[in-house]
């Protein structure tokens, strides 16, 4: 069972910042890395993601807002969210799919809420 254990997540006040970050196992290598959120009442959907060498994708709710980077060495990700909005609230969960299995792994999530 491959862990995604994320971190950072909490309550800001909008127009503030958070940043998450999610740590995958030591022995483990992955392709794309990436962020998903869901708002209570919809669908999971994309935030960014980003690819072993560096390309980044981003949602167009948060372009100039949101940065995602990684740690290739500590297989970890990370997602910077700056200009925060209520809007913004949501659980959001770790992305990776597996650079041998191909297989999609999940993190828990967490949850993060943007107060007006």
């Known amino acids: 069972q491959v862990q995604l254990v994320e971190s950072g997540g909490g309550l800001v006040q909008a127009g503030g910042s958070v940043r998450l970050s999610c740590v995958g196992p030591s022995r483990r290598s992955f392709n794309a890395m990436g962020w998903y959120r869901q708002a209570p009442g919809k669908q999971r959907e994309l935030v960014a993601d980003?690819?072993?060498?560096?390309?980044?994708k981003y949602a167009d709710s948060v372009k100039g807002r949101f940065t995602i980077s990684r740690d290739n060495a500590k297989n970890t990700v990370y997602l910077q969210m700056n200009s925060l909005k209520p809007e913004d609230t949501a659980v959001y969960y770790c992305h990776a799919v597996g650079a041998a299995s191909r297989n999609d792994y999940w993190g828990q999530g967490t949850q993060v809420t943007v107060s007006s």
């Open positions: 980003i690819s072993s060498g560096g390309s980044t």
